[in-house]
């Protein structure tokens, strides 16, 4: 798949939908973000006539699952744990007391 066909795709779609208020089908979607390994965002919402909005609202609907946070079970015999929590773009490491995991944990669940 390239952009320009998802452009044709998308055309098609376009010039046949019932009402203007009908939504991207989640097919072309897929495709859009099968396209983010090749293309900028900034490239496919341009060529697709989409806003960075729809991209991000759509995405994150789509992939919900892919982005729940993920647990690792811990043997609190240590004096110290390195603390990892991960984005997509940012790696936050905390080195913190077994002690203060109780008071950590919370407050980052709070802010995903």
Same mark, same amino acid.
Do not use: H
């Given at each position: 798949?390239?952009?320009?066909?998802?452009?044709?795709?998308?055309?098609?779609?376009?010039?046949?939908?019932?009402?203007?208020?009908?939504?991207?089908?989640?097919? &072309?979607?897929? *495709?859009?973000?099968?396209? !983010?390994?090749?293309?900028? #965002?900034?490239?496919?919402?341009?060529? +697709?006539? $989409? /806003?960075?909005?729809?991209?991000?609202?759509?995405?994150?609907?789509?992939?919900?699952?892919?982005?729940?946070?993920?647990?690792?079970? &811990?043997?609190? *015999?240590?004096?110290?744990? !390195?603390?990892?929590?991960? #984005?997509?773009?940012k790696?936050?490491? +905390?080195? $913190? /007391?077994?002690n203060?995991?109780?008071?950590?944990?919370?407050?980052?669940?709070?802010?995903?």
């Amino acid at each position: 798949m390239t952009l320009e066909n998802l452009q044709l795709e998308f055309s098609e779609w376009r010039k046949n939908k019932k009402s203007r208020a009908e939504p991207i089908p989640d097919n &072309l979607w897929d *495709n859009v973000f099968k396209l !983010t390994d090749k293309y900028s #965002t900034t490239l496919i919402c341009k060529k +697709l006539s $989409i /806003s960075g909005t729809q991209f991000n609202q759509n995405k994150k609907r789509l992939y919900k699952e892919e982005s729940k946070p993920k647990f690792v079970e &811990l043997a609190l *015999n240590q004096e110290s744990y !390195t603390l990892q929590v991960q #984005t997509k773009d940012k790696t936050l490491s +905390l080195n $913190i /007391s077994p002690n203060q995991l109780e008071t950590i944990i919370p407050l980052i669940m709070q802010t995903l």
